[in-house]
Every structure is written in C-alpha cells, then in structure tokens.
C-alpha cells in the first residue's frame, strides 16, 4: 500500500491586529506564532494604519519562526494558505500580498482563506484537547467585528442562519469595559471581574429582535445612561459596584447569544452546537455552552484558547481541506475588507 505524502501548509493571518502564522502537517499544527500589536492600548482601539505598519515590521521575522519551529524547510510546503477577508484592508494586504510574493518565489499554490469560515473550521485540528463535530452542526461566531449563528453541512457548504444587525458582541464587551473606565481590550477584563460578582444585581433589558438575528447597539446605550444616572447621585458607583455590574453585563450578553442560540436548535433540529471567534474565549460563555449540553441534550464543541483569538492555524486547516479538493486562487486574487460566508 502506497504512503500518502504528508501536506505541509504554511498559513498566514492578518486581519486586523495580530499578525500570524502556522505551519500544518495535514490536519495537525506544527507551529502557530502569534505577534500581538500593544501601540493600540493608548488609543482604546485599533488604529487601521498602525495596524498596517505593525504587520509590516512582524510578519517576515513570524512566518520565518513558524517554519523554524515547524522544523521543516520551505521547500518542503506544499501551498500558502492567507486570509483574504474580511477585516482591515491595510492589514489584509500585508499578508494578501507576503502569500502572493511567496507562492510565486517558491512556485507552490496559493489557498485564500475567509477569516470566518476559518473559525467555524479550527474545531477541524487535530488536538487531543479538541473533538470535531459532526455535520450538520449550529456554529454561533462570537468576534468583534462579528456575530452569527452558521449551519455548516460540510466543510465548504454553510449558510448564515442570523447575523447581527449592528454592533458586534466583542464591541459590546469593548465598548462597555471603556464606560466603565476600563483599559483596552477590555472584554477579558469584564469577564475577569464578572467572576465575583452577582449577575443578578442589575438588569439590562434583552433587545427585542426579529428572527435569529441580534443586535447589541441599544444594550451599549443601556449601559451608558445607566452608568450617567448613577455616578450623577455617586461619583464612586463604579468603583463601588464594579464586579457586580461587569457580572450584570456579561450575563445579559450571554442571555441574548443563548436566547438565539436555542431558537435556532429548534428550528433546525440540530442538537450539533460549536463557538468560535475571539469571544468564545469568554469563561462565561464557555460555561453557558457547556451546560446546555447537559440541561437541553446538545453535543457541544468549544475550542482550545489558542484557536479562539485570531491565529494562523485556523486559517491553515482551511487552507488544508481546500488543497485536498483542489481549490487554489490565482495570483490576480485580491483582498476583501467584507467577505461574506457563502
């Protein structure tokens, strides 16, 4: 019986403020190095055009320890795998653009990736930590620039069932930490004090939205009057309530994310459910998951940390499966800040 010879995909990721790369051997990661951006926290954002230049400087010294780590040779890959989209076009660019100039110097096929679809497909890594679903399944793509409820039927076959329809919940969770005087990214610091606090103690209304869609704008303005009527009467409220109102917000937050992520179960029998995206590093999300499998009979999937942020190797199990199937981009393949899953 004849050896299949091993796939090596070097994948490169760049779509907003992380700049990354992974190298595969098939469907396992041999490396994912990750350089992450800090000018952004003096400014409580990501600016675009720092964003850019940052890339610029990480993205040569990245992809030259992934392979290193990966200890193979670049004559060994068989094709770059990159995001194409969506996200910051400047910072699509400075991968789009390392991908093209690669695969024509080492004269090896080039993959374009969707950033979203990549998440859906991490949970596709071999890791002993991590177990596949089955098709179909319900994934629910939690980011800041994102929030969908996706039925994936195969690798390449999905449909975005509900999507937000202005703000995304990783903005939320951002834009809530900043009324709250919280540093940027502030999401993991509402999650952290979330964990002392009660739940219970403020209520923020749930949006009343049409469908499996969601939307996250008039609970960010919730929050902002609520925080201006009471530090009116108590400049310290904050301060004083802090825990207790970061357990408040995220709670709410996670009502509105379980609240379409049952309706869409019931409506598609899918009992298959799966998180990705930034967001589903969120314990309290992580936690809602897990004891739905228990308390309604889903089979739920969360991914390791290391494939929740934004990383190469997600973008490399794509690259993976659409080398298998034969399904490479020309070297005339541009960026896409909106690259919509189809």
């Excluded at 076009?89 to 390392?98: A, C, D, E, P, Q």
């Excluded at 080039?110 to 859906?120: G, W």
């Excluded at 177990?131 to 039925?151: D, E, N, R, Y």
């Amino acid at each position: 019986m004849l050896e299949h010879k091993p796939i090596f995909i070097l994948a490169i990721e760049s779509s907003c403020d992380d700049t990354s790369a992974a190298v595969l051997m098939n469907d396992k990661v041999l490396s994912n190095v990750v350089a992450t951006q800090a000018i952004h926290e003096e400014y409580g954002g990501v600016v675009p055009e720092l964003a850019s230049r940052a890339h610029q400087q990480n993205i040569v010294p990245v992809v030259d320890q992934a392979i290193a780590k990966a200890n193979i040779d670049k004559k060994q890959l068989s094709a770059i795998a990159f995001t194409r989209g969506p996200g910051l076009m400047g910072s699509l660019l400075v991968g789009t653009s390392f991908a093209k100039s690669l695969s024509l110097g080492l004269d090896i096929p080039l993959i374009e990736v969707n950033h979203m679809k990549a998440h859906i497909l991490a949970h596709f890594i071999d890791d002993e930590n991590m177990s596949a679903p089955k098709f179909p399944f319900l994934a629910l793509t939690i980011s800041g620039g994102h929030t969908q409820i996706v039925q994936v039927n195969d690798y390449f076959d999905m449909t975005i069932l509900g999507q937000t329809l202005d703000d995304a919940v990783g903005e939320a969770f951002d834009k809530s930490a900043k009324i709250l005087g919280l540093p940027y990214p502030g999401g993991p610091l509402i999650d952290k004090h979330a964990a002392n606090g009660d739940p219970f103690k403020f209520e923020f209304p749930i949006p009343k939205v049409k469908e499996l869609n969601f939307s996250f704008s008039g609970l960010k303005t919730n929050i902002l009057y609520f925080i201006q009527r009471n530090t009116k009467d108590n400049p310290n409220f904050v301060q004083e309530n802090l825990e207790d109102i970061c357990a408040s917000i995220q709670y709410t937050i996670i009502e509105i994310l379980m609240r379409k992520l049952k309706k869409a179960v019931k409506q598609t029998g899918i009992k298959e459910v799966a998180i990705g995206g930034g967001v589903s590093a969120n314990s309290g999300i992580r936690k809602a998951l897990t004891d739905a499998q228990v308390k309604y009979g889903w089979k739920t999937y969360i991914p390791q940390f290391q494939f929740c942020t934004d990383n190469a190797a997600m973008i490399g199990i794509v690259g993976y499966y659409k080398y298998k199937s034969d399904q490479f981009a020309q070297q005339n393949v541009t960026a896409k800040a909106r690259y919509v899953i189809s």
